[in-house]
């Protein structure tokens, strides 16, 4: 009687947009029931899989082998079958050029834009999105912070991709404007104290006293249902900080948008 002969097909894992070899005179496969210490020279292998368009959602894939030649073994001494390998698609890496970091104005956040990239190593003509998105180190004003990109990827084919985070991205947080805002009793004089005043830029609950005044600062002394816009802020000064907020935030106090009602 014939002995029993049976030959595996090695598993293996090829990197998406790469073909599979296969083939005859494959080695990539391992036998038992060989008897006389002979040996097999090569298979031929096949998979469906072999292709550099296997996608990675498609896997595993059979890696069929047959034909097993060459050696010292003689196959009709053998009754022979053939056991399936397994062929694993990796998603292929990409990398992104060319990436900026949009500065933004002081916000309390660390909500980061970044701009200008592009994917490098997309395959196969295929359609792949780079969605752009990044986190400042730190929220508060300042040049040269570091920025993490969370960058991701869309499409049809995002899934056979993997991505690699642009690293060194750096950008910048400008200081934000306060607005002084407030309101008081007409006293028959121009002159603002500062104990009536609010500096705020709207951001969360971050708000400041004002100490000081500022002599007409307003351009009449009248009631007015409409408020006032201060004309000056010298004499004034930004107080104590409340809901957080950090004066190196933020710009140097001005008229700009001001609002005082009497």
Do not use: H
């Not at 500096?199 to 408020?227: H, V, Y």
């Amino acid at each position: 009687n014939k002995a029993v002969l049976t030959i595996t097909a090695n598993n293996a894992s090829a990197t998406y947009g790469t073909a599979f070899s296969v083939g005859s005179g494959k080695t990539a496969f391992s036998s038992s029931g060989l008897v006389n210490s002979e040996t097999i020279g090569s298979v031929t292998l096949s998979s469906s899989g072999a292709s550099a368009t296997a996608t990675v959602a498609g896997g595993p894939y059979a890696i069929v082998a047959s034909a097993a030649t060459g050696g010292t073994f003689n196959v009709s001494n053998y009754t022979v079958s053939y056991v399936n390998g397994s062929l694993t698609i990796n998603p292929k890496a990409l990398t992104v050029s060319g990436s900026t970091v949009v500065a933004k104005t002081y916000d309390g956040g660390t909500a980061a834009t970044i701009t200008g990239g592009s994917l490098v190593g997309v395959v196969n003509s295929d359609v792949v999105t780079l969605n752009q998105a990044g986190t400042f180190a730190s929220a508060n004003a300042a040049s040269s912070i570091a920025v993490t990109a969370n960058n991701s990827l869309s499409g049809t084919k995002a899934s056979n991709y993997s991505l690699t985070q642009p690293i060194g991205l750096t950008g910048t947080i400008n200081k934000a404007t306060l607005i002084l805002s407030g309101n008081r009793a007409y006293d028959g004089t121009t002159t603002i104290d500062g104990s009536i005043l609010t500096a705020s830029a709207g951001i969360g609950s971050e708000s400041f006293a004002l100490t000081g005044s500022a002599a007409s600062a307003i351009s009449s002394a009248n009631a007015n249902g409409t408020p006032y816009s201060l004309s000056t802020v010298t004499g004034l000064a930004l107080g104590a900080g409340s809901g957080g907020a950090l004066a190196s935030n933020y710009n140097a106090i001005s008229i700009a948008n001001s609002a005082v009602t009497i």
